[in-house]
C-alpha cells in the first residue's frame, strides 16, 4: 500500500508545550522518512529525516521517533514556539525498480499559540 | 545562490488558455520535479525529469507537459487550461532522484484558472 496516513489535519499547542504529529504506513519496502515544514506562502523544505536502522533521531528541539514494528514514525517538536507555526509534511521514500519514488501525507497545521 | 527559482509568482487564465511555468536550480542538481499543491491533498507530484533529457509522469500528469531545456530548467506546460487545475505549483530538485536526501522547493507559482 502506497500511502502514508498523517494525523493530526491541525494542531494548538501553548508556546512551550510539545508538538506531536504522527505518520503511518504500510508498505514495508519503505526505506527513508522525511519531514518537511511549509511556511505560508513558502515551499516546503526539509526539516529532519530518519532511516529505519535508527529509532530515534533528534535536531535541537525537533525529533524523530520511530516504530518500525508498529509501522509508524512521529515528529516531536520540543517547547514549541511561535515561530514554528506552519505546516508540517511527512514523506516516505522506496525503490521502485531502478528509480526511487517518495510518497507524502496531507499535512498538519500546527499554530503555537504565544 | 538563489537556489529554485519559479516565475511567475501568480498567474490568472481563463479556461482553455495556455501557460508555461518557468522553473531554474543553479545548484547542478541532476533531478528536477513538478507538484500541485490543493487543499487537504497534499503535495502531488506531476511529472519529474531525473536527469537531462529525460522526463517521465508522476501520479497526476493529466492536463500537463514538461520540458527539461537543460540540466537547469524544467517547465511545465498547461496546453488548455481548466479550473480543475487552479493550485499552488511547487518546482523541486535534488542531486539525484528522490534519493535519500534533500528536495529543495521553489517559493511556488498561485495559478487560479478562471
Known amino acids: 500500500q502506497q500511502q502514508v496516513k498523517q494525523s493530526p489535519q491541525s494542531l494548538i499547542v501553548q508556546k512551550g508545550g510539545i508538538s506531536i504529529i504522527n505518520c503511518a504506513y504500510e508498505?514495508?519496502?519503505?526505506?527513508?522518512f522525511p519531514w518537511y515544514q511549509q511556511f505560508p506562502g513558502k515551499g516546503p523544505a526539509l526539516l529532519i529525516a530518519i532511516r529505519p536502522d535508527v529509532s530515534e533521531k533528534k535536531e535541537g528541539r525537533f525529533t524523530i521517533s520511530f516504530n518500525k514494528s508498529a509501522k509508524q514514525f512521529s515528529l516531536h517538536i520540543m517547547d514549541s514556539q511561535p515561530g514554528d507555526s506552519a505546516t508540517y509534511f511527512c514523506a516516505a521514500g522506496w525503490k521502485a525498480g531502478n528509480n526511487r519514488k517518495l510518497i507524502w501525507g496531507l499535512g498538519t497545521s500546527l499554530a503555537v499559540n504565544p | 545562490n538563489a537556489g529554485v527559482t519559479q516565475t511567475p509568482k501568480f498567474q490568472v487564465l481563463k479556461t482553455g488558455q495556455s501557460m508555461t511555468l518557468q522553473c531554474a536550480q543553479d545548484m547542478n542538481h541532476n533531478s528536477m520535479y513538478w507538484y500541485r499543491q490543493d487543499p487537504g491533498m497534499g503535495l502531488r507530484l506531476i511529472y519529474y525529469?531525473?536527469?537531462?533529457?529525460?522526463?517521465d509522469k508522476g501520479e497526476v500528469p493529466n492536463g500537463y507537459n514538461v520540458s527539461r531545456l537543460n540540466k537547469r530548467e524544467f517547465s511545465l506546460r498547461l496546453e488548455s487550461a481548466a479550473p480543475s487545475q487552479t493550485s499552488v505549483y511547487f518546482c523541486a530538485s535534488s542531486e539525484v532522484l528522490l534519493a535519500r536526501e534533500t528536495q529543495y522547493f521553489g517559493p511556488g507559482t498561485r495559478l487560479l484558472v478562471l
Open positions: 508498505n514495508t519496502a519503505f526505506d527513508y
Open positions: 525529469s531525473a536527469s537531462e533529457g529525460t522526463t
